[in-house]
């Protein structure tokens, strides 16, 4: 695929930040949250009959212009990390690049391999661990032949989780469609939600995740709707209510990874839960930073563990780690308590994956959901995305599960050291559910 570099610069927020908001408090999760860039890319067809330069030259235009009316509203974005809990919002701007790619579009979606994206990232940052000076936001814009585009974000996660990227996205995205508008209306995000929990209060300075690199490669398995409400119904006979197709889909996965690869039933499975609606009092969704933290999900070693014993398995690790947790994140000293030892924790665990090769591999899977976030609906004023998606993982068995374009099914992006990945692809359970794509 032949690229050619148009353009870089750096967009700095319409509106400079008050004096009085220029250092930006970390919420007590990004204390030690790592900072790698979170990746996600959004592809958008030409609609037209044929290519107009003029029409692609004024949507860079716009694009940059609404970015960076939407930055005067999340102007932390803008600045730079002024330690391991606060951001300096100097206004120094994010970076933007623009690319033209010397093919179609079609040509990528028909066959989208890890070798094709990555280029499609702003210097291929996805997932590596950013500079301390470095842009908190890297956006690139993908100009192809056709007339599409390609618009990949990256985050760092240090400053925000899942639903904080698709919802700036989002705002952004509402901010260049009604561009021609006096004044367009956006449900604000809540910048402070994490400092007004603590107010006048200082934390001890625990250390920060990093994210190991792994032998990882990635696949693409999708279920569609359909074959989710069959889950759905089979996990619904053995009388669990409504279970969700996030749940049964983690159930399946997990099932076959541990049958296809003959692991222990107790292999370790952990959960990602967004926190927001959790905490007390509850979090406004818009709220930025991370409010998300992994549970456990608890099993017999004994016997097979069928999809309804997972999925009441998993409801009772969610609701325990709320009662035991999550509802006393108010409490000062209990968080304080709380990071050290979730700190001290993954520090074996890093310390495990970079000893000798002859420790035994761990066999710890790791789910986390993108799924009823706005990623379909990111419309710029030219349509909605033909596709979103995101790009391999460093870490190992994790898998990220989004919507697919029609709001029922689920795309599962699962991570793996490459011999056991194509051990799972072969799986006779799963490919009577999903399909590989």
């Not at 969700?244 to 296809?260: P, T």
């Not at 926190?275 to 969704?285: C, D, H």
Request: aromatic share 10%; net charge negative.
């Amino acid at each position: 695929m032949e690229m050619e570099l148009i353009s870089r610069e750096f967009i700095k927020p319409s509106t400079p930040t008050p004096p009085h908001l220029t250092i930006h408090p970390l919420s007590f999760i990004d204390h030690i949250v790592a900072r790698n860039y979170v990746p996600v890319i959004y592809f958008y067809p030409n609609e037209a009959s044929e290519y107009d330069h003029n029409n692609q030259a004024s949507k860079l235009s716009m694009l940059k212009n609404s970015l960076s009316k939407v930055l005067s509203i999340y102007y932390p974005f803008a600045g730079r990390f002024r330690d391991q809990v606060s951001i300096d919002c100097n206004d120094q701007g994010v970076s933007f690049l623009v690319t033209k790619i010397k093919t179609n579009l079609s040509k990528i979606l028909h066959n989208p391999t890890e070798t094709e994206l990555n280029p499609l990232f702003p210097d291929e940052v996805q997932w590596r661990v950013m500079d301390s000076s470095a842009s908190i936001l890297a956006i690139q814009i993908n100009c192809f032949t056709c007339g599409g585009i390609a618009i990949s974000v990256c985050l760092s996660h240090k400053v925000g989780d899942g639903p904080t990227l698709f919802n700036f996205i989002n705002d952004w995205a509402i901010m260049n469609r009604n561009s021609n508008e006096e004044k367009t209306e956006l449900l604000f995000p809540v910048l402070d939600a994490g400092a007004s929990l603590f107010l006048e209060k200082n934390f001890p300075i625990f250390p920060e995740f990093v994210f190991v690199k792994q032998n990882t490669v990635c696949r693409r398995i999708v279920f569609e709707g359909s074959k989710i409400e069959s889950l759905k119904a089979m996990v619904s006979s053995h009388k669990v209510e409504n279970p969700s197709r996030v749940e049964v889909v983690i159930a399946l996965i997990y099932k076959c990874v541990v049958s296809a690869l003959r692991l222990a039933n107790n292999t370790p499975l952990v959960v990602a839960a967004n926190l927001r609606s959790r905490m007390v009092p509850p979090l406004p969704e818009k709220s930025i930073g991370n409010w998300v933290w992994s549970f456990p999900v608890l099993r017999e070693k004994a016997g097979e563990t069928e999809l309804h014993e997972l999925v009441t398995k998993m409801r009772e690790g969610l609701s325990e780690f709320c009662d035991k947790n999550v509802k006393k994140f108010g409490d000062f000293s209990f968080v304080c308590e709380f990071l050290k030892n979730a700190t001290s924790v993954r520090k074996r665990k890093e310390d495990t994956l970079n000893g000798s090769e002859d420790i035994a591999k761990p066999s710890l899977f790791y789910f986390a959901s993108w799924c009823r976030l706005p990623t379909y609906e990111v419309d710029f004023g030219w349509g909605k995305p033909i596709w979103v998606t995101s790009v391999c993982s460093p870490v190992r068995n994790s898998v990220i599960l989004m919507d697919t374009k029609n709001g029922n099914g689920i795309e599962a992006l699962v991570n793996m050291e490459e011999q056991d990945l194509a051990i799972l692809e072969c799986d006779e359970k799963l490919l009577q559910y999903a399909s590989l794509n």
